[in-house]
Nanobody
Framework: QVQLVESGGGLVQAGGSLRLSCAAS????????MGWFRQAPGKEREFVAA?????RSTDSVKGRFTISRDNAKNTVYLQMNSLKPEDAAVYYC????????????????WGQGTQVTVSS
């Protein structure tokens, strides 16, 4: 069973940056679309960004977050800049076979999540 393991979360001041990483346990994951979602307390899980195996990407946080991947390392990244308190959430990495999907139901593999806390 392929596993996804997120890391890089933590506490940061508003305006600061974090880079999340998601490492997959198998190289076959390079063929999947990889996505990042987040869920804040009391809110539904929401789409953040996705990237195809070839590097095409889409995101919902324009200008502040950037998704990237290194297929050789079987790792996907989420660079988060200019963080705001409303960005605080548990961030999840996911893998799916629907091209650049923004729907969490299209993603079949999920990591355990990493907490991002932003202080004002």
């Amino acid at each position: 069973q392929v596993q996804l393991v997120e890391s890089g979360g933590g506490l940061v001041q508003a305006g600061g940056s974090l880079r999340l990483s998601c490492a997959a346990s198998e190289r076959t994951l390079s063929s999947y679309t990889m996505g990042w979602f987040r869920q804040a307390p009391g809110k539904e899980r929401e789409f953040v960004a996705a990237i195809t195996w070839s590097g095409r990407s889409t995101d919902s946080v324009k200008g502040r977050f950037t998704i990237s991947r290194d297929n050789a390392k079987n790792t996907v990244y989420l660079q988060m800049n200019s963080l705001k308190p409303e960005d605080a959430a548990v961030y999840y990495c996911a893998a799916g076979d629907r091209w650049l999907s923004t729907r969490d139901s299209d993603y079949k593999l999920w990591g355990q999540g990493t907490q991002v806390t932003v202080s004002s």
